[in-house]
């Protein structure tokens, strides 16, 4: 989380530093390409889980036996559509 929190202190420094500038900077530009990008894959890692929930149906069944025993006691008669469904 520090890590996180300098990155966003530099992110909002280029940001002020940027919008002072009476003309467009180098800063400002990449200021700009690094929240587009950022914004681009928030709405990536959104959209993904509805998109993919097959792939995660079937990688859920695959897997199913090896990882219930991480789950609650009561989960471990579920099967793996059961389990995904209280999950979701």
Do not use: R
């Amino acid at each position: 989380m520090f890590a996180f929190g300098l990155i966003m202190i530099a992110l909002s420094s280029m940001g002020i530093d940027g919008a002072w500038k009476p003309k467009p900077s180098i800063v400002l530009i990449c200021y700009f390409y690094i929240v587009l990008i950022l914004a681009v894959a928030s709405i990536f890692a959104c959209v993904m889980p509805f998109v993919l929930i097959n792939v995660i149906e079937q990688i859920a069944a695959m897997q199913w036996d090896v990882i219930k025993h991480s789950f609650p006691d009561s989960w471990q008669a579920y099967n793996s559509t059961t389990a995904l469904s209280e999950v979701c």
